[in-house]
């Protein structure tokens, strides 16, 4: 039973660790028409705008400062969420803090209750915003790195990356993380479909 628990421990920090060179840096990784970043969308507040722009700072700014940046960011997507709870991006960035925090955390059987909370706010975001892209590539990573015990589904999570990519073809986490699963299943035949769709989509800035 222990040896059980701790492979399920081990599996979440995975996925945590897999969710924040993904799912997390989304919105660091606009495409040319969209935004600074791309959760950046019509009636997006200053303190949304910030708290996304603080989750997906954290891999370029020193370790020292990481902490305060989370919190940071975790109290103003709350605050947000508080006063818009019908804002998609809202629970996007309470995602993207909640996983942050996580990560930063390590693995401990207390990542099992920061999981339910990121599905809880990915599916938030997905049922305010059924087509809003950071949030479907976000949920995913979830389903893709998730043990089955804990809800994953890699059928599933590929469905939605490629559903990202079909709403937009040059959103560049879905392609990076749907060419790195094809590459871990080891079916590199249907690579040259992700960079097909890349080169539709344009040069990217």
């Known amino acids: 039973m222990r040896a059980s628990r701790q ?4 599996r979440i920090g995975a996925m945590v660790l897999a969710l924040s060179s993904a799912a997390l840096l989304a919105p660091a ?26 989750c997906a ?10 902490a ?3 919190e940071r960011g975790l109290a103003l997507a709350e605050a947000a969420a508080a006063r818009r709870p019908d804002d998609a991006r809202a629970h996007f ?17 207390a990542a099992l209750s920061a999981v339910a909370r990121m599905r809880e706010e990915l599916d938030r975001a997905l049922e305010l915003e059924p087509l809003y892209l950071d949030a479907l590539v976000g949920k995913a990573m979830l389903l893709i790195k998730l043990p089955w015990l804990l809800g994953g589904d890699e059928d599933r999570g590929e469905e939605l990356l490629r559903q ?5 073809a ?36």
């Open 93 to 109: 960035a309470l995602f993207c803090h909640v996983a942050r925090k996580t990560e930063r955390a390590g693995l401990s059987t």
């Open 57 to 66: 700072a954290i891999d370029v700014r020193p370790p020292h400062q990481h």
């Open 164 to 168: 990202a990519i079909a709403l937009d």
């Open 7 to 10: 492979i399920v421990v081990t």
């Open 170 to 205: 040059g959103f560049t986490p879905a392609r990076e993380r749907l060419a790195a699963f094809l590459a871990d299943e080891g079916r590199t035949d249907e690579m040259p479909e992700v960079r097909l769709a890349r080169h539709a989509a344009g040069p990217e800035a």
């Open 68 to 70: 305060a940046m989370i």
């Open 29 to 54: 990784r606009a495409t040319a028409a969209a935004a600074p970043f791309y959760s950046d969308g019509e009636g997006t507040t200053p303190e949304i705008r910030e708290s996304i722009e603080l």
